[in-house]
């Protein structure tokens, strides 16, 4: 096929997928599969190159994660949790939706997003089964919470690992740059958030007084499991953090923490993997397969080209071009192709166009396309497991009502990151 037909049919492609997507008439992982399969059968990608735009690093995440969280649920301690939580904020629901979302933030700026909702979702459907009340909002809540909080240190969000590295920056170079405005991030939306559905968490008083009756040890089912679970967790978040010096990837890390449990408990495999969301892994595959074809035929990289040369190289107007077309590109395409072919186009601007500090444009780079991935249910890979482990308890998060969520919530992030880069950044 030649090479301008080959990029109208990614580009066909491409936009066919995302529009059956927002109509969610069919599954979203036959839609992906089916967009990967055309790329194939259209020969615009090789099966090699097909299998090299996979992100192994997040599938190896996704599924360690899950095999850890799958046999640790089978202790009770998330149920114990739920109690806890619960309790501690005297069973009122907004407050335990607030106090969630904290926590989910707090864990996702030292753990990957995807491990932090895995292991925050089941404690949410446990508090929300007693209260009986739609665990939907509590979603959301957590998916927005996730994201924010990912955006605050090196090893919250992928494309920061990213960016550290080519960049040379630091674990505290992310903390001192980003976590003031992430702060006020984070309370935005959760005022936001506690005003958009204040009206409709309520519970009766009967169902608060019942939780605070109830005994939170009864629910620990296997106390010997339950340690050698935590160890592991514990073990595997250690590794999360050390990552960069152990100069290993988090599905690495992962991965050896679940093969460790499976030692440790000699569970059954087929019993342990059948907690893997495993549709939840094959929409991933099928998507970096559609989005692999963007990037092969050069798409990617002439939008960002583009878009560079519209500000003439001024720091001031390519910070905030940065920060909102990584934003809008973020909650749509996978921000990990888009930020690895934004890092290059970055450091040619300080080489050819004399920019002496690009400290700012990283910053730039980091806050929109961590940000942006509220934007959609396909932004960030926390949506889609939360959205995969909602569907398989009978709640269904489709993509349009998502999005009229957490677009404007998404936008109303981004302008006050641009607010924060202009007052200490873009002079």
């Not at 615009?44 to 090299?52: D, K």
Request: aromatic share 8%.
């Amino acid at each position: 096929m030649p090479e301008t037909y080959q990029v109208s049919f990614a580009c066909v492609i491409f936009l066919g997928t995302y529009l059956l997507l927002i109509a969610d008439k069919i599954h979203r992982t036959i839609v992906a599969l089916c967009g990967a399969m055309l790329i194939l059968m259209a020969g615009i990608i090789t099966q090699e190159r097909a299998v090299m735009a996979i992100d192994f690093n997040t599938i190896g995440l996704l599924i360690g994660m899950m095999v850890i969280v799958g046999i640790t649920r089978q202790t009770g301690v998330f149920e114990y949790l739920a109690i806890m939580s619960a309790k501690f904020v005297k069973g009122e629901p907004v407050r335990i939706m607030m106090a969630l979302a904290a926590v989910t933030a707090v864990l996702s700026a030292f753990l990957d997003n995807v491990t932090t909702v895995l292991l925050i979702v089941p404690v949410t459907f446990a508090i929300t089964r007693q209260l009986k009340i739609n665990p939907l909002p509590y979603l959301y809540a957590e998916i927005i919470a996730s994201n924010i909080g990912g955006t605050a240190t090196l090893i919250g969000d992928p494309p920061n690992i990213m960016i550290g590295s080519a960049a040379g920056l630091g674990f505290l170079d992310f903390v001192i740059a980003l976590t003031p405005v992430i702060i006020v991030i984070y309370f935005a939306n959760i005022i936001w958030l506690k005003l958009l559905y204040k009206k409709q968490l309520v519970t009766t008083p009967e169902l608060q007084k019942n939780i605070m009756d109830l005994d939170e040890r009864k629910e620990i089912k296997d106390p010997v499991l339950l340690k050698k679970s935590l160890l592991v967790i514990g073990l595997t978040i250690l590794g999360f953090i050390l990552h960069q010096f152990l100069h290993l990837e988090s599905a690495t890390i992962a991965l050896s923490g679940a093969a460790l449990l499976l030692l440790l408990t000699r569970d059954n495999p087929e019993k342990a993997l059948g907690a893997v969301e495993w549709t939840v892994i094959f929409f991933f595959a099928g998507l970096f397969v559609v989005v692999g074809a963007l990037d092969e035929v050069g798409v990617i990289e002439y939008i960002a080209r583009k878009s560079l040369e519209i500000t003439g190289g001024a720091m001031v107007s390519t910070g905030i071009l940065i920060l909102w077309l990584s934003a809008i590109a973020s909650a749509f395409v996978d921000n990990i192709p888009f930020v690895a072919t934004m890092i290059p186009l970055i450091q040619d601007m300080g080489r050819i166009g004399g920019i002496p500090d690009l400290e700012p444009l990283w910053w730039s780079l980091s806050l929109g396309a961590c940000l942006g991935g509220n934007g959609s249910l396909i932004g960030a890979s926390a949506n889609v497991v939360v959205a995969g482990l909602a569907e398989k308890r009978g709640f269904l998060i489709t993509f349009v009502n998502f999005i009229k969520i957490a677009f404007p919530m998404m936008l109303m992030s981004v302008a006050i990151s641009m607010a924060y880069l202009l007052l200490r950044y873009l002079h």
